[in-house]
């Protein structure tokens, strides 16, 4: 069975500061992707990034890399010079690798950010 | 990066009534299209996993005769929430995964329900 957990319900930047949100999963698949979603009060899901559970490189998109530690089973994400706009629900997901299904998500409980001016 | 629509963006139905959304996937052909309920301030809940041309894959506790889905093209895939009951208000959010694209899943922007 698959497991994520996103330990943060809710956090606080200061804008320009950079913030790291927490994720560790569980599974017992070789194969598997992670992803991070961001969702605004508007409710839209936006990707952000991915990394795959056989990239040796963390993932990085602009101003949002991600902090893969495969052994501690955490992809945290990291934001970098946090901007008001910043602010919103994130998401950790999982893709299981073997998944017969279309490669379905399972989510984290998210955790929002709030950036302060 | 490639476009996920969802109509309508909000509904209000009587009790019993019927209603359908649509999920499309604008410029690119979606294999597989999954659809998520969520409840306010919680996360994303996968309902069913929508494969072109077959019957839906639905997740444990979720009533098939309730919800039901139908994925007719590589562009289109509907829920239709029957006899809807207030329970079933709640944000409704469909994704699509592009065939080549396995790592990626493209969501719409969501579907508000209330049920009065």
């Known amino acids: 069975a698959q497991k994520i957990t996103q330990t943060q319900p809710g956090m606080f930047v200061q804008e320009k500061e950079a913030v790291t949100l927490d994720c560790t999963y569980d599974t017992s698949d070789q194969s598997y992707g992670l992803f991070w979603y961001k969702q605004p009060s508007s409710g839209e899901m936006i990707f952000l990034i991915y990394q795959g559970s056989y990239d040796e490189q963390n993932a990085t998109e602009g101003r949002y890399s991600l902090n893969f530690q495969k052994a501690r089973k955490s992809a945290n994400l990291v934001i970098s010079a946090s901007q008001l706009g910043d602010s919103a629900m994130y998401f950790c997901?999982?893709?299981?690798?073997?998944?017969?299904?279309?490669?379905?998500?399972?989510f984290g409980g998210g955790t929002r950010l709030m950036v302060k001016p | 990066g490639a476009v996920v629509s969802q109509h309508p963006s909000r509904v209000i139905c009587k009790s019993g009534t019927s209603v359908k959304i649509e999920c499309r996937s604008l410029d690119f052909q979606a294999t597989t299209m999954f659809w998520y309920r969520q409840f306010p301030k919680k996360s994303l809940m996968l309902m069913a996993t929508?494969?072109?041309?077959?019957?839906?894959?639905?997740e444990q506790g979720v009533e098939k005769d309730k919800f039901l889905i139908n994925h007719a093209s590589l562009t289109l895939s509907t829920l239709t929430v029957t006899s809807a009951h207030p329970e079933d208000s709640s944000f409704y959010i469909c994704?699509?995964?592009?065939?080549?694209?396995?790592?990626?899943?493209?969501f719409g922007p969501g579907t508000r329900l209330l049920v009065l």
């Open positions: 994704s699509a995964r592009e065939g080549t694209r396995r790592e990626t899943q493209y």
């Open positions: 997901a999982m893709r299981d690798g073997n998944n017969n299904a279309g490669n379905m998500l399972t």
């Open positions: 929508s494969n072109e041309g077959s019957k839906a894959t639905y």
